[in-house]
């Protein structure tokens, strides 16, 4: 069974960072073989797509966090990243991983992340 657990998240203030982790468990093969991502979804609002990375290596950003935030994946310990870096109030928000196959698609239970002004 396909698990995904964020963790990393927490309080902090504006301008501060934070690096949010999602550990792969349940599957046999390299996770880079999959198609990542993170998402949010703030109070009130729909989840949004944050950043995402192909199989290939290729990434996206929201418009909102290019520049400041960067997607990596470490296979060998099968755990994807989220650095956070010069954060705002709007960043705010509880962040999700998602993995996806050409099968089926994984989601996590989500970490907060909390950002004061």
């Known amino acids: 069974q396909v698990q995904l657990a964020e963790s990393g998240g927490g309080l902090v203030q504006a301008g501060g960072s934070l690096r949010l982790s999602c550990v792969v468990s349940?599957?046999?093969?390299?996770?880079?073989?999959?198609?990542w991502g993170w998402y949010r979804q703030a109070p009130g609002k729909q989840r949004e797509m944050v950043a995402t990375?192909?199989?290939?290596?290729?990434?996206n950003y929201a418009e909102s966090v290019k520049g400041r935030f960067t997607i990596s994946r470490v296979s060998y310990g099968k755990v994807v990243y989220l650095q956070m870096n010069s954060l705002k109030s709007e960043d705010t928000a509880v962040y999700y991983c998602?993995?996806?196959?050409?099968?089926?698609?994984?989601w996590g239970q989500g970490t907060q992340v909390t950002v004061s002004s």
């Open positions: 998602n993995g996806q196959t050409s099968r089926a698609g994984y």
């Open positions: 349940g599957i046999s093969f390299s996770i880079n073989t999959m198609e």
């Open positions: 990375i192909t199989s290939g290596g290729r990434t």
